[in-house]
């Protein structure tokens, strides 16, 4: 897969601009705060739908504009396409995939895949269960859209169920009623995300194994394993009756710590990834190098399931990352490079010499 070209107006600090990428490694080079990563939050959005700086759209917008396009050309394994992405304040997205006109934003993830590794996923270890989630969701959901879709519907639910919650000690008789419907309902859609998300990690794990192996030249074994809220063995989350009866459970034994809560305390967006090194807590026991060998490893391990999956590898955005890594793990990194389009931003060159260099300033682009 290749991002052949892509057209922004009005976006961040881009009046205008349209910038070609090569095959290979693309080098934006510039100081902070001219728009290298104006530039790859634009290509990552119109992969995954949403930005990975703010969930407020109308920061996106050029201040004194009144919409911003992102018009990005792609290839895939197939066939070249475009996607194109309208924004306006107030208003609902205006989404083209070909010239065709779809509802949801979220209908077209997946057909663009890239990969971002960006200096906050360098935490991605010693954060909390958030950032782990998130790192399983942004993968998956651009590998079946059947999995975005019960995730989304899954959080309309568990919204639902925490308005209950919140107001159940003033209207229990409502609370009382509707309660173990929308637990089943939760239930059922936990059950389905927890088994992509196993199924995920067991491919993923071999690979960051490698990843890992070769970085490090170390003998120390990672391993990746979901830590469900549930409880069950990773092969339990194969049968859907279990798991989603182990999760209906949980969510129908508990409402009184929940009503105090005001939120549901049980769930996949409680779950964990838990990443060991020989058995121990890396979160816990890892030094920072190994931290950030096992964070990068991760990364490039998505992109390795990715193309096993798709039979292409996704385009990997690194956003100023060679800068936060040192002289070892750089030198991997470009190694790691070949035989795939990498758009890397970057202050410094850093020796990346084979690529196509492109400089920044103030919003704008030159070769």
Not at 37 to 51: D, M, P, R, V
Not at 161 to 176: C, G, M, V
Not at 359 to 365: C, F, L, M, P, T
Request: hydrophobic share 35%; with cysteine; charged share 30%.
């Amino acid at each position: 897969m290749e991002c052949k070209k892509i057209s922004i107006r009005d976006f961040r600090n881009i009046e205008n601009a349209e910038i070609a990428f090569e095959s290979g490694v693309n080098i934006l080079v510039g100081n902070n705060a001219q728009g290298k990563t104006n530039l790859l939050e634009a290509i990552s959005f119109t992969a995954l739908g949403k930005s990975f700086r703010t969930s407020h759209e109308e920061e996106m917008i050029r201040f004194g504009a009144e919409s911003c396009e992102i018009s990005l050309d792609f290839k895939d394994s197939v066939r070249e396409q475009n996607i194109t992405v309208r924004m306006m304040p107030g208003r609902r997205r205006h989404v083209e995939q070909n010239g065709v006109k779809v509802s949801r934003l979220s209908e077209i993830v997946g057909a663009f895949r890239t990969v971002l590794f960006c200096p906050e996923h360098l935490s991605l270890i010693k954060e909390g269960p958030a950032e782990r989630r998130n790192f399983l969701d942004v993968a998956i959901s651009q590998l079946y859209p059947v999995y975005l879709k019960s995730l989304q519907k899954y959080n309309q639910i568990l919204k639902q169920r925490n308005q209950l919650l919140k107001h159940a000690e003033e209207d229990r008789r409502s609370f009382d009623e509707t309660i173990e419907f929308w637990s089943r309902q939760m239930a059922r859609e936990a059950a389905l995300i927890a088994r992509y998300r196993v199924r995920y990690l067991k491919r993923a794990a071999e690979k960051i194994k490698i990843c890992f192996s070769e970085m490090t030249d170390s003998k120390e074994i990672p391993e990746a394993v979901y830590a469900g809220s549930s409880h069950g063995e990773p092969d339990s989350y194969e049968d859907m009756d279990y798991t989603e009866n182990a999760y209906y459970q949980l969510l129908m034994s508990h409402h009184d710590r929940e009503i105090g809560a005001g939120s549901s305390l049980w769930g996949i967006h409680k779950d964990d990834v838990e990443i060991l090194i020989n058995g121990k807590s890396a979160r816990a026991f890892a030094s920072q190098g190994q931290q950030r060998s096992l964070a990068l490893a991760m990364k490039l391990a998505e992109g390795e399931v990715c193309a096993d999956i798709c039979g292409e590898k996704p385009v990997f955005l690194f956003d100023d990352v060679f800068s936060e890594l040192d002289a070892s793990r750089r030198a991997y990194l470009a190694e790691k490079m070949t035989n795939r389009q990498v758009i890397i931003t970057t202050c410094e060159p850093f020796g990346l010499t084979n690529g196509k260099i492109i400089k920044v300033e103030n919003g704008s682009y030159q070769i």
